[in-house]
């Protein structure tokens, strides 16, 4: 029963979905076009800063009353995983909503829906009257699904965001099958392993030691039974996924290949694996990189590695990167509060168990909570047939009203600076 020349916030919700995101090439000029017709009905101050040429940074703001204090930042990302197109129900950028309410679009729960709603919560605070007492800022950053490196580490690391004096941040968090909402105090750190393997070739028929795929297959091994014994810890209930250390396969190279296939009679002389490894916050990383050493691609062996790791476990001074969820974090109590006003119920906070822009928020010491307000939803971030439906995302709206009022109107703590 919809028109298309309806304009409410389904519809823009909709219309932001429809923006080709993805990478490798991710349109970021009309998604922000559109964002910056959006501020300007709304009353916001825009500024685009590119930092990097191609990858701009939207910035939204709304002056406090204050604007001397500490400021807040509401935070999501433009960009999108790829989607294979035919492997979806309904088209991954039709945005297409179900007679149940089920908005289909890749970027539905990651992260599109979060960049809508701050922008309703605010439309709807500005309509009421609501003055904020410290400014509001929302930035909208390209790159993050790609490690965020042209992206916010560089917007972090810059003037223009040493000049915004946060004194708290928000991101995205991920969905819940459950009824309350999730949110997350720290990311895992990714690194990226790749382990090679060198040996003596030979005659396929040959049966020899210190082979290249012999040498690979048992580090595999390796690798396979500490993967079992951390994912045999989350099975137990011990920990959550999030709080031990993941190593999946993601590739793996050998054999002699030629125009008309792979050699089936030759032993290789290389042979390669890669690894998606991810690090709890408390992790220590020089045991996990002495076990890659000694273990898991030792040179005794005829084994190389490289690890790129695309994070950092600690801020810049030493601490583990990790917000507090307690009393001595001020932001913490108004927020939960804030949530659980509009009568929704929080989870236990959370590590999450992928990696978000909030990394180069928390390394600067100023805290982030990553939060994307969907509960009863399967958590389809990064899969196929990505929904979120229409009532969690308008419920969504009415929490960041009750968030954002509350947040902006913290007077902060007597003899601090918050
Ligand atoms: C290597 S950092 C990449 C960041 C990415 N973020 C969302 O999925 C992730 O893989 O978690
Ligand atoms: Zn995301
Ligand atoms: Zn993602």
């Known amino acids: 029963s919809s028109s298309s020349s309806e304009d409410t916030p389904i519809t823009r919700f909709q219309q932001y979905l429809r923006f080709i995101t993805t990478h490798p090439n991710p349109n970021y000029t009309a998604p922000i076009s559109f964002l910056l017709n959006q501020a300007q009905t709304i009353g916001l101050t825009t500024r685009t800063i590119e930092i990097v040429s191609n990858k701009p940074i939207l910035l939204l703001t709304w002056l406090g009353s204050n604007p001397n204090i500490p400021s807040i930042l509401f935070n999501s990302h433009l960009d999108s995983v790829p989607a294979e197109s035919d492997k979806w129900i309904h088209p991954p950028f039709s945005a297409h909503r179900t007679i149940n309410g089920n908005i289909y679009a890749r970027g539905a729960q990651d992260d599109k829906c979060i960049g809508v709603q701050y922008l309703e919560a605010i439309r709807n605070l500005k309509s009421r009257g609501f003055v904020p007492l410290r400014t509001i800022h929302i930035s909208y950053v390209p790159e993050e699904e790609i490690g965020g490196f042209d992206g916010m580490m560089k917007f972090a690391d810059s003037s223009e965001f040493r000049d915004l004096n946060l004194g708290f941040a928000m991101d ?223 419920k969504g709206i009415e929490v960041y009203e009750s968030v954002i009022s509350a947040l902006s109107s913290f007077e902060g703590v007597s003899g601090q600076v918050i």
């Open 172 to 394: 995205e968090g991920q969905a819940n099958p459950g009824d309350e909402f999730r949110v997350f105090y720290a990311d895992r750190t990714p690194w990226e392993l790749v382990i090679k393997a060198k040996g003596a070739p030979g005659h396929g028929a040959k049966l020899y030691d210190n082979s290249a795929m012999e040498n690979l297959m048992k580090s595999v091994e390796l690798i396979s039974k500490f993967r079992e014994t951390q994912f045999d810890f989350v099975k137990a209930g011990r920990f959550a996924n999030s709080e031990v250390i993941s190593v999946n396969p993601v590739y793996l190279k050998g054999g002699t290949v030629t125009s008309s296939g792979f050699v089936m009679n030759m032993q290789p002389s290389e042979a390669e694996a890669g690894y998606d490894l991810r690090l709890p916050p408390m992790t220590d990383p020089d045991v996990m990189r002495k076990r890659i050493d000694e273990e898991w691609a030792p040179s005794i062996r005829n084994m190389t590695y490289t690890v790129k790791e695309k994070g950092m476990l600690r801020d810049h001074l030493g601490r583990p990167l990790m917000t507090p969820t307690n009393d001595s974090n001020p932001w913490w109590s108004i927020f939960k509060q804030a949530v659980e006003a509009t009568g929704a119920k929080l989870a236990k906070p959370e590590i999450l168990a992928s990696t978000t822009d909030s990394r180069f928020i928390r390394n600067l010491g100023i805290p982030v909570l990553g939060f994307s307000p969907m509960s009863n939803t399967p958590i389809l971030l990064h899969d196929h047939n990505e929904f979120l439906e229409d009532t969690v995302f308008m």
